[in-house]
């Protein structure tokens, strides 16, 4: 079976630019939740989404918004992108929407903004 | 105070030995536990959850949970140079979503 997928590997903006990003979960998966990890740090946690509806926001700004959809995938949207933003945004699929459930991440995408 | 701490490292430790990876969370509330290895480059890879008190083992890999101490600890036996990577550990709290916060983790480097 494949493992969550997400688009693209890498991609490059520029100041004040929006970008988008893809995951695709495990199959059987209803949950997806977005990460930010910046060199040297954890994970942090941005979203998750579990049947379509937003079940947790950690401590981001409005210019980050997400949503999924009626097969699971899930997409990451950045508004007014800040050199701060550039970071591996990684996507987590598990069965189920509580913490008990194991997550599994995706290989990422690597954001530069310059 | 992080939610969620962890000794950076490195952490050396010869070939064939035992490496001790260890953990500390603040939230008493926490109620599921997980070590994630992640190599330069790369996404997390979960290696395992624990929930109990007490061991739970898979394969060369033990994890440990002290829920009075608010520890949480990964024992690696007879370590490959192919486990050099960084370590997360990462508490989960009991709710309905999925608010798991990780540590900065801990580089583990295996000595040929």
């Known amino acids: 079976d494949a493992g969550v997928t997400q688009s693209p590997t890498h991609l490059i903006k520029t100041r004040g630019q929006h970008v988008t990003l893809r995951c695709s979960p495990i199959?059987?998966?209803?949950?997806v939740s977005w990460y930010q990890q910046v060199l040297g740090q954890g994970p942090q946690f941005i979203f998750q989404?579990?049947?379509?509806?937003?079940?947790g926001r950690g401590n981001f700004p409005d210019r980050f918004s997400a949503r999924q959809f009626p097969n699971y995938s899930s997409e990451l949207n950045v508004n007014a992108l800040l050199l701060g933003d550039s970071a591996l945004y990684l996507c987590?699929?598990?069965?189920?929407?509580?913490?008990?459930?194991?997550?599994?991440f995706g290989p990422g995408t690597r954001l530069t903004v310059l | 105070q992080k939610e969620v701490e962890q000794n950076s490292g490195p952490l050396s430790v010869p070939e064939g030995a035992i490496a001790s990876l260890n953990c500390t969370y603040s939230?008493?509330?926490?109620?599921?536990f997980f070590w994630y290895r992640q190599y330069s480059g790369k996404s997390p890879e979960l290696i395992m959850s624990?929930?109990?008190?007490g061991d739970k083992e898979d394969g060369r890999f033990t994890a440990q949970l002290n829920k009075a101490s608010q520890y949480v600890s990964l024992l690696i036996r007879d370590s490959q140079p192919s486990d050099s990577a960084t370590y997360l550990c990462?508490?989960?709290?009991?709710?309905?979503?999925?608010?798991?916060?990780f540590g900065t983790g801990t580089k583990l480097q295996v000595i040929p």
């Open positions: 987590a699929s598990s069965l189920g929407a509580g913490s008990g459930n194991e997550q599994f």
């Open positions: 199959s059987g998966h209803k949950s």
């Open positions: 989404y579990y049947e379509k509806e937003e079940r």
């Open positions: 939230d008493r509330v926490s109620q599921s």
């Open positions: 624990i929930y109990s008190n």
């Open positions: 990462a508490a989960g709290a009991s709710g309905g979503y999925q608010k798991v916060t």
